[in-house]
């Protein structure tokens, strides 16, 4: 005989398992999506997992990222909350708040129960609904990112979303639960009560960019004045971000047919790099068929290259954004093989250059030069 207590979590591990399994024998040739709230250690191998049943109190959405990222350093990185709580009615700023943090969540939901208020954004004011529509189109900007994460994950146990410790371990405690890193070169700070203003710290050993202006930030702890409209989200100087440019109806739609937006983040020796992971999305042969592409930005030259490339897709790199460039700039000259071509561009004055239309086949590999 065994008591309840002994099996209880056992028996949600086993049901989800389970789901997971009989979705894999009814189409063997689509990855299944299983959500669970009830789980155990190897639940993560199976599917999604959420926070539980939340209250739409500030107190409630403050709990949900060290939660979170309790959850990722305990191998259950594919987590999240119900955005808004689960129970109640949140105001405008509570909702506003939740959804800017939600968006970056490995799995993000809105939710609540049958008897609380419905929370569709559009049923909310028109400046809340703008607000809410602002954050949800910066997850969609940023899915590329996101899906090289979740590649990462699989393949080498990267967290998705982390604690400050787990690249930066002299952030002081105070913070530890306050910020969290999305993968290793995104910083956010989000807004866990109402207030406007944070105390934040941004890891000294690196150079931070605003993802909202692209202006550079000062390093160590500082205070942020957010307004409504956004929280705050800092990029790592050295990086290379595969993005979304344009709306879309659906993430599929984007995945099958957009170019992509490849934002580079300078960092004190104006270098960076980075990549894309791409596949088919759907299917078991991501195993074997897949492309990635690596980045490098360093000595005013862009490199693109492959690096695995056993997966043919039609999508296109659009546009090349420099950001933290510093140096004199008079031309910009492709080179592919034995063939070159001037690039135009625009570049701003706080060092930022965009390179537009450029319509680069994504499975090619370019040289572009900076030249002064």
Known sequence: MYEHREVHNLYGYFTQ???YEGLK???P???PFVLARAFYLGSHRYGTIWTGDCESHWNHLNASLPMMISMAMGGLSFTGTDIGGYKGNPDDDLLIRWFQFGVFNPFFRGHTDMVSSRREPWLFSDETNKRIHN???MRYRLLPYLYNLFYEHSVYGFPIIRPMFYDYPN??????DKEMMIGRDILVVPILESTETVDADLPSEELWYSYHDNNKMDNGNIKIELTLDHIGVFIRGGAILPMFGRRRRSATIMRLKDPYTLVAYLDKEEKAEGYLYLDDGVSWNYTKEYLKKRFTFKEQEFVIMNEYKQWECDNKIERIIIVGYTRELNKIVLIQGNDTKELRY???????VEIQNIGLEIKGEYRIKLLP
């Open 17 to 19: 398992m389970a789901t």
């Open 25 to 27: 024998r009814r189409n």
């Open 29 to 31: 040739s689509i990855r």
């Open 135 to 137: 954050a949800i189109l």
């Open 171 to 176: 952030v002081p405690n105070e913070y530890m």
């Open 346 to 352: 625009k570049k701003d004055d706080i060092g930022v």
